[in-house]
């Protein structure tokens, strides 16, 4: 009996060291990850009010008229190519100084035929492995070498009426590269709100807060400008599938400030359906995890010794979670909390929740605020299951070309 009690006290006593260590770990383990959210939030909130204040660009300098190149790639856009291209020669500036190039990757026969009655130029290309970057290089390789400027669009943006001449006019103030006002054209679904919104907030945060701050905007693809000579020169180092944050990454390394003109809109059509929003996100969130491990250093000397914030800055914003995991995983640790947390951890994890709540409303454009947006929001639970299932697609992701199809014709909102 005394050995048999020995043998029980040494089995609780093991137990029990067992269940501390664990503990110990599982408090860790919190505190890394609220550590992490905590930055991150923190980060979002300090742009988000930033973003409040007005900003005004600089002005220009000169009257110069630049010569422009539009350059829309597609791939298999024929659904949409050719009234993008007849919306995109309505333009107040003067037609002698801007040319739009519709660089046509696997279009119909009847397309090619449709665009080619228009007073602009197509160039055909073909790849083995399509990409945005392959194509613009393809093209700029073939196109004199007597413009200004380049605009660079998706296949289906629209432009306002003046957005070449706002551009130009930032590049008379003395800016090499102009993010535009990238907007929605489409609400037609609970996920085209909601992404919609998204976009939004990011117009907010990364690129009005950015500027407001004094840090570059944030480039996101489509409605950009550039001085000509510098965006070839800087493609032509670029093969990879997120061609606009590799650019947006080489640019800032080599200190060219990325200006953001809010008054300069483009319209973009946004995800419709579910499936198309699991194929977008992932491969941005593939592009997020290559870009993060490759620069992360170099962002960290530049900082350090060229006191290159805007480098840092857009490295940095690699490591950050995707909004919608921030919120998902945030609303769900903090209910686990409010049951199994000390009341500390517990104030703790919704006190951050709460500071994403507001940092993210205040982000969110007014007139978003009505019952339309309030029944997309329902379907947050499902954008954060998709965003999820992105995760175990992501090595897929990192191999190819994840094409969008667009499909919506309308005219400019």
Not at 71 to 81: C, W
Request: charged letters at 20%; one cysteine or more; proline letters at 3%.
């Amino acid at each position: 009996m005394i050995k048999f009690a020995i043998c029980r006290s040494t089995f609780h006593n093991r137990y029990a060291m067992v269940g501390e260590t664990l503990i110990i770990i599982i408090n860790i383990l919190q505190a890394v990850l609220f550590f992490y959210f905590l930055i991150a939030v923190l980060y979002f909130a300090f742009f988000s009010i930033a973003g409040l204040f007005t900003y005004h660009p600089k002005k220009k300098k000169d009257d110069r008229l630049r010569k422009f190149a539009v350059l829309i790639p597609g791939y298999k856009e024929d659904a949409v190519i050719v009234d993008v291209a007849r919306q995109a020669l309505d333009q107040d500036y003067p037609s002698s100084c801007f040319e739009v190039i519709i660089i046509a990757d696997s279009f119909k026969a009847e397309t090619l035929a449709e665009l080619k009655k228009l007073p602009i130029r197509v160039v055909e290309v073909s790849f083995e492995k399509s990409s945005k970057a392959r194509a613009l290089n393809k093209a700029m390789s073939l196109l004199p070498d007597d413009y200004d400027a380049a605009v660079i669009l998706d296949a289906d943006n629209l432009m306002e009426h003046n957005f070449i001449t706002l551009m130009n006019d930032s590049l008379s103030a003395g800016y090499l590269a102009i993010q535009g006002h990238r907007m929605s054209k489409n609400r037609n679904t609970s996920f085209a709100i909601l992404d919609s919104v998204s976009e939004e907030i990011n117009n907010h945060i990364f690129r009005k807060g950015h500027r407001v701050a004094g840090i570059s905007s944030a480039l996101i693809g489509s409605g950009m400008a550039f001085d000509y000579g510098l965006f070839k020169s800087y493609m032509s180092t670029i093969d990879s599938f997120g061609e606009d944050k590799e650019l947006e990454i080489k640019l800032l390394k080599n200190k060219y400030t990325i200006e953001y003109r809010e008054d300069a809109r483009v319209y973009d059509e946004k995800v419709q359906k579910s499936n198309v929003f699991l194929v977008q996100r992932t491969r941005w969130i593939a592009n997020q995890i290559i870009y993060a491990r490759q620069y992360f250093f170099s962002s960290i000397r530049e900082l350090f010794v060229n006191g290159n914030i805007d480098y840092f800055d857009k490295v940095f914003q690699q490591f950050l979670p995707p909004r919608i995991f921030l919120i998902g995983f945030l609303f769900i640790i903090s209910v686990i909390s409010l049951f199994f947390n000390p009341m500390l951890w517990t104030l703790g994890w919704i006190g951050i929740t709460l500071i994403t709540s507001f940092t993210l409303l205040i982000a969110v454009p007014r007139p978003y605020f009505n019952l339309q947006t309030l029944k997309a929001v329902m379907l947050l639970p499902k954008r954060f299951l998709v965003m999820m299932g992105s995760l175990f697609r992501i090595f897929k992701a990192k191999k190819g070309f994840g094409h969008t199809t667009h499909g919506v014709t309308k005219e400019k909102p």
